[in-house]
């Protein structure tokens, strides 16, 4: 069975553990990272957002494709159950059936877009029930309870609300920072790290650009003297397409579609024009950089 490299973003903090056998400190001068190697590497990456509008009496499920290459949805429908008052008893209602199809890297598409208004009769005429939970199943079966939503239906109203709901490392510190957001085969930068006696943890960053599969050796100077790490590191660099890298109901495409879709119309938006009204969404591969690397770029 081969085993993939564990995966990380685009931004890397590496810890590499030298040990100096000499009572005396030694300066670390430079890092060199060489015979670096990038291959582009295809990650498929599908998540969901969406919730219960209130003003629109709607339930909207939408995928986007966080991942570079083009993928299936993996969900199959919603599930619906009505649930008794007090006694917290659910009683299954209804499946709504999710088109299997695939959707393009970047594309945010409307999956389901449903009226709940269908439902006021029976909440009417059965009043020992009060909330309606509706929620995504997988082709596996499994129901996903992150993917889940309960909703209350107001008699005073006569229509359903939101219950209420929450809203959604420390720094790394000024560290060498390999910039690799071009193609080179080695790399290297000055430092002023200090080693005690024993073993010290030597830090520095890498920054990649671009999703891919990431390769390289490292060797460290001190002074005249180099010394040569006899690993080999293979590294997953991921880069998404939005902010949001895990979905969720209620998240920031929930709040794109209250600004940008009141009517909530269905919808297949391109990561260019997500970018073009909210730009906030999209992944800013080189934020952590500026932020914590302390570089202009």
Request: with cysteine; proline share 2%; aromatic share 14%.
């Amino acid at each position: 069975m081969v085993v993939e490299p564990k995966l990380y973003s685009n931004f890397v903090f590496n810890n590499l553990t030298i040990e100096n056998k000499r009572q005396a400190q030694q300066a670390i001068t430079e890092i060199e990272l060489y015979d670096i190697e990038k291959q582009d590497y295809a990650i498929s990456d599908v998540q969901y957002d969406g919730g219960f509008f209130e003003e629109k009496q709607k339930i909207v499920l939408l995928a986007y494709n966080n991942g570079n290459t083009k993928d299936f949805i993996d969900v199959c429908s919603l599930n619906y159950y009505t649930y008794e008052s007090g006694a917290y008893r659910k009683h299954f209602v209804k499946k709504q059936e999710i088109n299997y199809e695939e959707i393009e890297p970047g594309n945010v598409k409307s999956l389901i877009i449903e009226s709940l208004e269908s439902f006021y009769d029976f909440f009417e005429d059965n009043r020992e029930y009060s909330d309606l939970k509706i929620v995504v199943q997988n082709r596996e079966g499994e129901e996903i309870e992150f993917l889940s939503v309960l909703v209350r239906y107001d008699r005073e109203q006569q229509r359903f609300v939101n219950h209420p709901r929450g809203f959604a490392g420390p720094s790394v510190e000024e560290v060498p920072l390999f910039n690799l957001t071009t193609d080179v085969k080695k790399q290297s930068v000055k430092c002023s790290q200090m080693v005690s006696y024993g073993a010290t943890n030597i830090g520095f960053t890498i920054l990649v650009d671009r999703t891919c599969r990431l390769k390289y050796k490292i060797k460290i100077k001190s002074g005249k003297k180099e010394i040569k790490d006899k690993n080999s590191y293979t590294l997953l660099i991921r880069v998404p397409a939005y902010t949001q890298e895990h979905g969720g109901f209620f998240g920031d495409f929930y709040n794109f579609l209250l600004a940008y879709n009141q009517e909530l119309k269905s919808f297949d938006y391109t990561k260019d024009l997500i970018y073009a009204l909210k730009s906030e969404l999209v992944f800013d591969k080189y934020k952590a950089a500026r932020e914590f690397g302390k570089i202009t770029i």
